[in-house]
């Protein structure tokens, strides 16, 4: 028998007076009949009991007529129980029980029964006070204590016990023996009555019209993640999250549902504990070098989370108005909990092993190369054979420019070549990152509290990268009397960043990484003297060991507090008022010594730079809520906000120092021209919002949110807008021709939304003209100092505007065992934000103005699966899938389309010509007349419409008429589009498995239909010319290159003309792929091990990144975004979790 518990959220504990429960009074607000278990919900509402009582129990009882007005809750539990044979009785807990007289069927323990006691926790070992422990097919019930303890006596061993707690999974468990029964119950991801964040609140899941996708914290692996960023890719479907660097602490880039806008931001926002965060980067210290970037949640310990909602369509995000159109990502931090204090400790150690999935030349084979590449390279500049008819010896008597060939090494200084230097050794390792969390918790009625603090420390795999992190935070929530209640949020955080020397640019600005790969092995790390040698055949690039001299330290601190209070002076209604304020300071501080090539040029330079925020945020909100006549739940929320943004910079620098010992402690100690600069800005937002929120039966759903903001970024033309949205929702499964049927459908909810958001999220005053100070020389050398607008103004600038229509379908079948969701969106972006360049002779040439506009549909599925649920086993799934697409709807009045380009075109397009493979020797084709073999054919596939003297011919707009037939040329017509360089769609597939104290997480993430140049292979792989003249390094596939005696069709020659053809479709490859993203193992040690300090403990063993399925041939689809980009690692952890 199933038993069916009303239970509300917070238990009170303790004795009742049985005088308070004959004194409870019950009000009736109107006459009505209604069923027995409709009572018992309204006295739930109105007292702290709660109820326990077999749910068939009142199946087929008649209503019950109850008459307005005030009644006494024993006068009414004895009206309505006087014609039925069933009674009731009054726990010590204030658990109503209720119970058939002397029922066969109802056996209550006699004092022969068995005794049983035990403990309920959670699925971290915390334990669960008020839980319901039913012994099943009676009325025989308690619940558990403040510390998840209970004992009950059941009528023998064969009993089976029913453990119930709201929220979570419903364990039956038969007694065998009178025992100590230890119980951990699982978090119900499929409970309809669970709740999730919304913004400026909360609300049922089941009553949910717009497009939220909820993550638990407890889901995400974080043992060796910096930032909650990492763990959630592919958690929420439409929720795209992408490496941008894999440097410790590097930066995520955060997509919702594609990216619409061209030139403002397509970053969500973020909002923690109700304060929209904004991102805070080390300052740039222009040593030039790239430090790499940060992820915007670095500063906030991942332990600290709760739960996260991803709002993704309009309906949903409008109540944010100007900042949502991108999407809103809500985090909520963990809270205290009423009971007694918990203690949870954890640690782990991870070491990272570095993925070299480079192939370089060893030393002999690079002298072999450099020898056949010089030769080609003569060849060639000669044209000897194939690529004219002259012959060698032709060459040889008279070489080009008087320069005859001459090796570079001989036979046997080949064979006695030894190891070479291995550049990637000296300037890489094993990585290593160590966490400790710890944790306080616990509250009375009254006041509740949660206080933890984090040491993250890692040491990345290139040599001087690190990410250290400490952080504090404390949540405190006071309850003053029922009506007045405040509480407040802190965190606390300081990051120390040692940079490594990134970027994948060329000569003096080659980042480690390239540097390393691109240096000759013939070279030495460093010389007798201590000197390191720079390629004698290029003394623009830099030695990499060298680069390790540099010292490049950043630090960010941080504090983000808000307080908040709540009045409630009517059932109902919450005023309730926030104020916080995000601080922040980050500093950089560099030093290029002399052991450096830049540093030699500039005999050291030093520079600083910093910058220091403060965002202020007020948010006042009145809401109310009501149920009438039980069928209509109805809520409204108006509010008001405002926010600044406040933030300064500064940097200084200088050079030409007697010695490096300085670094960046004495600048004035330089004798080089000094730097000084600083910057400030601020922006203000200001806004008006509501809510109504009406659900009718539970099944009928409505609402609506308008939002009105103003932003000192435009001028006051267009400062102010309005953001309205529209939901309704329709649960078929709630219908009465559905309750037949509700065991396999127990929701089938359709969505309809619509709504409006906006961006202006393109820095300060973007309406208004620039001003820049520029130093001039008088002809006395003097420096004139000037002012001149940089930026013409533009009052009419004004917002960028999504407007989106989505439709969605929520199910859950076979009780729970199937969910999930499917939506489908299109949005329109228009007034996209965009710096217009102005055909001007002037310097003043550019001006933010409003253009065009663009569109973004796509589908979204998640699906939830409990695969196996047996005893002691349970299995389940979650698969998440996104498709979207993103073009041109309508591009800017004075657009000038080259011939191969369509008014909606993809976004971020790819064009290229198409290429026909590699020219053979004696292969001649007629649209390239001055192809040399080795070189890549191109496809004739279009042409110009021309006069009768040969110039192509223009329509209305300017723009070259194609034929549609090949014309014996390669020009601009013959360029096609090839794509998108978004992803066709993405996905992510999670799973869990417990078996008795064993806890198995992984989850994979990809991204498909995609395509990449290898920037790698493209720079160091294809051509050997860079070895024969730069005497640089190269990749072993530049053996599959073509030459006279390889004439591959797949690989060109080293002259293949890549100025002329650059990197296109010859050279991409699909990118497809599916990563392993986290592995979790977890034990958690049996209750009877711990002893009277622990309550529980667990071992664990995690791994990151185990591998990755891909066609593609470079070192990792996901990172490789530059040339030697930092790779992504392979991590293992091991840790423990001690909770007290």
């Known amino acids: 028998m199933k038993v069916f518990v009303f239970l509300i959220c917070t238990t009170v504990f303790g004795f009742?007076?049985?005088?308070?429960?004959?004194?409870?009074?019950?009000?009736?607000?109107?006459?009505?009949?209604?069923?027995?278990?409709?009572?018992?919900?309204?006295?739930?509402?109105?007292?702290?009991?709660?109820?326990?009582?077999?749910?068939?129990?009142?199946?087929?009882?008649?209503?019950?007529?109850?008459?307005?007005?005030?009644?006494?809750?024993?006068?009414?539990?004895?009206?309505?129980?006087?014609?039925?044979?069933?009674?009731?009785?009054?726990?010590?807990?204030?658990?109503?029980?209720?119970?058939?007289?002397?029922?066969?069927?109802?056996?209550?323990?006699?004092?022969?029964?068995?005794?049983?006691?035990?403990?309920?926790?959670?699925?971290?070992?915390?334990?669960?006070?008020?839980?319901?422990?039913?012994?099943?097919?009676?009325?025989?019930?308690?619940?558990?204590?403040?510390d998840g303890n209970f004992s009950l006596k059941v009528t023998n061993q064969g009993a089976v016990l029913v453990v119930s707690f709201l929220g979570y999974v419903t364990q039956e468990i038969q007694i065998t023996e009178a025992s100590f029964l230890d119980i951990g119950l699982k978090v119900d991801n499929n409970s309809l009555e669970e709740v999730v964040l919304v913004g400026y609140g909360t609300q049922r899941k089941k009553d949910v019209a717009g497009a939220i996708s909820?993550?638990?914290?407890?889901?995400?692996?974080?043992?060796?993640?910096?930032?909650?960023?990492?763990?959630?890719?592919?958690?929420?479907?439409?929720?795209?999250?992408?490496?941008?660097?894999?440097?410790?602490?590097?930066?995520?880039?955060?997509?919702?549902?594609?990216?619409?806008s061209v030139n403002a931001s397509n970053q969500p926002l973020i909002v923690i504990d109700g304060f929209p965060i904004t991102e805070f980067q080390q300052p740039d210290s222009g040593n030039r070098y790239d430090g790499g970037t940060q992820s915007i949640l670095n500063s906030f310990n991942p332990n600290d989370i709760e739960s996260i909602s991803v709002l993704k369509d309009a309906s949903a995000t409008s109540i944010y108005g100007a900042r949502a159109a991108n999407g809103v990502i809500l985090i909520t931090s963990k809270k205290g909990k009423e009971g007694k204090v918990q203690v949870a400790y954890s640690a782990s150690y991870s070491f990272q092993a570095y993925n070299d999935s480079y192939k370089l030349l060893g030393l002999k084979d690079w002298m072999q190369l450099r020898n056949e590449a010089a030769f080609e390279n003569w060849a060639f500049l000669n044209r000897i054979y194939p690529y004219s008819d002259k012959t060698l010896e032709e060459a040889i008597s008279n070489p080009v420019n008087g320069i005859p060939f001459t090796r570079f090494y001989s036979d046997e200084q080949i064979n006695n070549a030894g190891q070479g230097t291995d550049w990637l050794s000296l300037v890489t390792r094993d990585g290593s990152t160590q966490q400790h969390n710890l944790s306080l918790s616990g509250g009375t009625n009254s006041t509740k509290y949660y206080l933890s603090g984090n040491l993250y420390k890692q040491d990345g795999v290139l040599k001087n990268s690190a990410f250290d992190r400490t952080s504090l935070r404390f949540n405190l929530d006071q309850k003053i009397t029922n009506f007045l209640s405040f509480g407040m949020n802190l965190s606390m955080s300081r990051i120390n960043n040692s940079n490594s020397q990134l970027g994948g640019d060329q000569f003096e600005n080659s980042g480690i990484i390239r540097s390393a790969l691109q240096y000759g092995p013939h070279i030495q790390a460093i010389d007798e003297e201590g000197n390191y040698p720079i390629n004698p055949d290029n003394a623009l690039e830099p030695n990499p060991y060298s680069l390790l001299t540099i010292t490049d330290e950043g630090v960010i601190d941080r504090t983000l507090t808000n307080f908040f209070a709540e009045l409630k002076p009517?059932?109902?209604?919450?005023?309730?008022?926030?104020?916080?304020?995000?601080?922040?300071?980050?500093?950089?501080?560099?030093?290029?010594?002399?052991?450096?090539?830049?540093?030699?040029?500039?005999?050291?330079?030093?520079?600083?730079?910093?910058?220091?925020?403060?965002?202020?945020?007020?948010?006042?909100?009145?809401?109310?809520?009501?149920?009438?006549?039980?069928?209509?739940?109805?809520?409204?929320?108006?509010?008001?906000?405002?926010?600044?943004?406040?933030?300064?910079?500064?940097?200084?620098?200088?050079?030409?120092?007697?010695?490096?010992?300085?670094?960046?402690?004495?600048?004035?100690?330089?004798?080089?021209?000094?730097?000084?600069?600083?910057?400030?800005?601020?922006?203000?937002?200001?806004?008006?919002?509501?809510?109504?929120?009406?659900?009718?039966?539970?099944?009928?759903?409505?609402?609506?949110?308008?939002?009105?903001?103003?932003?000192?970024?435009?001028?006051?033309?267009?400062?102010?807008?309005?953001?309205?949205?529209?939901?309704?929702?329709?649960?078929?499964?709630?219908?009465?021709?559905?309750?037949?049927?509700?065991?396999?459908?127990?929701?089938?909810?359709?969505?309809?939304?619509?709504?409006?958001?906006?961006?202006?999220?393109i820095g300060s005053n973007a309406f208004a003209a620039y001003y820049a100070q520029p130093a001039y020389l008088n002809p006395d050398e003097s420096i004139l100092i000037g002012v001149f607008p940089s930026r013409l103004e533009n009052p009419d600038l004004k917002w960028e505007t999504t407007k989106e229509l989505n439709f969605g379908l929520d199910f859950q079948l076979f009780k729970g065992i199937v969910s999930g969701s499917v939506e489908v969106y299109n949005k329109e972006i228009s007034d996209l934000l965009q710096v217009k360049p102005i055909n001007s002779y002037n310097e003043i040439n550019s001006v933010w103005a409003n253009i065009g506009s663009t569109q973004s549909k796509g589908v979204e599925v998640t699906l939830n699966t409990v695969n196996v649920d047996s005893g002691d086993f349970r299995w389940e799934s979650t698969l998440t899938f996104s498709k979207f697409k993103d073009s041109w709807k309508e591009r800017a009045e004075d657009w000038k389309p080259a011939i191969y380009q369509q008014d909606n075109d993809p976004i971020r397009a790819r064009y290229s010509y198409l290429s026909d493979g590699v020219m053979q020797i004696g292969e001649v084709v007629p649209a390239q007349p001055d192809l040399f073999p080795g070189q890549i054919k191109l496809k004739d596939i279009n042409g110009y419409s021309r006069d009768e003297f040969g110039n192509p011919i223009v329509d209305e707009q300017g723009k070259f008429i194609p034929t549609g037939e090949p014309d014996g040329r390669i020009d601009d017509a013959d360029i096609v589009l090839m794509g998108a360089t978004d992803p066709d769609f993405i996905a992510g597939f999670s799973n869990r498995i417990t078996y008795k104290n064993f806890d198995l997480k992984f989850h994979f993430n990809g991204m498909f239909g995609r395509k990449l140049v290898d920037p790698t292979d493209f720079a160091m792989g294809v051509s050997a010319l860079g070895v024969a003249t730069n005497g640089r390094n190269a990749l072993t596939s530049v053996f599959d290159r073509w030459t006279p005696d390889n004439p591959t069709n797949t690989r060109p020659a080293s002259h293949f003309g890549f100025t002329q053809y650059d990197s296109g479709d010859f050279f991409l490859q699909d990118a497809w792929f599916i990563r392993l993203q986290n592995l979790s193992l977890a034990y958690n040690l049996p209750s009877k091990w711990m002893g009277q300090l622990l309550t529980s403990a667990a071992i664990r063993f995690d791994a990151q990144n185990l591998f990755v399925i891909t066609p593609y041939n470079g070192v990792d689809p996901e990172t490789d975004s530059y040339v030697a980009a930092y790779p992504n690692v392979k991590t293992y952890s091991i840790g423990i979790d001690l909770k007290f």
């Not at 069933?86 to 066969?104: A, C, F, G, M, W």
């Open 16 to 146: 009742s007076s049985i005088d308070g429960f004959s004194q409870e009074k019950i009000i009736i607000e109107k006459d009505i009949e209604i069923p027995v278990d409709e009572v018992f919900k309204i006295i739930l509402k109105q007292t702290e009991y709660s109820f326990l009582y077999p749910e068939e129990l009142f199946k087929k009882a008649p209503s019950v007529q109850l008459k307005k007005g005030e009644i006494e809750l024993k006068s009414l539990l004895e009206d309505i129980f006087s014609k039925s044979k069933v009674s009731y009785r009054l726990s010590q807990d204030d658990v109503i029980i209720v119970e058939k007289i002397s029922s066969p069927d109802l056996i209550k323990p006699d004092g022969q029964g068995i005794e049983i006691t035990g403990r309920i926790t959670d699925e971290n070992g915390q334990p669960l006070p008020g839980a319901n422990i039913l012994e099943k097919g009676t009325a025989n019930g308690v619940q558990s204590d403040f």
């Open 214 to 260: 909820t993550v638990k914290g407890e889901d995400l692996v974080l043992s060796s993640s910096p930032s909650v960023g990492d763990a959630l890719r592919g958690k929420a479907a439409g929720l795209q999250i992408v490496q941008n660097s894999a440097q410790p602490g590097g930066g995520l880039d955060f997509l919702i549902r594609g990216a619409g």
């Open 570 to 761: 009517i059932k109902g209604l919450t005023a309730r008022v926030q104020m916080g304020i995000d601080q922040g300071y980050s500093g950089r501080n560099t030093y290029l010594p002399r052991t450096t090539l830049w540093g030699a040029l500039e005999n050291g330079k030093a520079s600083i730079a910093s910058q220091k925020k403060n965002d202020e945020l007020l948010d006042m909100t009145l809401n109310y809520s009501t149920i009438f006549d039980e069928e209509h739940n109805l809520s409204f929320l108006v509010g008001y906000s405002r926010q600044k943004y406040r933030s300064e910079s500064a940097n200084s620098g200088n050079s030409d120092f007697i010695t490096d010992a300085f670094l960046w402690n004495n600048l004035n100690a330089g004798a080089g021209t000094k730097v000084l600069g600083s910057t400030k800005r601020e922006d203000n937002l200001v806004s008006f919002f509501g809510r109504v929120n009406y659900v009718y039966k539970d099944k009928y759903i409505l609402s609506s949110t308008i939002r009105r903001d103003g932003s000192s970024v435009f001028s006051r033309n267009n400062r102010f807008a309005i953001f309205p949205s529209l939901a309704l929702g329709w649960d078929i499964a709630e219908e009465s021709f559905m309750k037949n049927i509700q065991d396999q459908i127990s929701q089938l909810k359709l969505r309809i939304g619509y709504g409006e958001t906006g961006n202006a999220d």
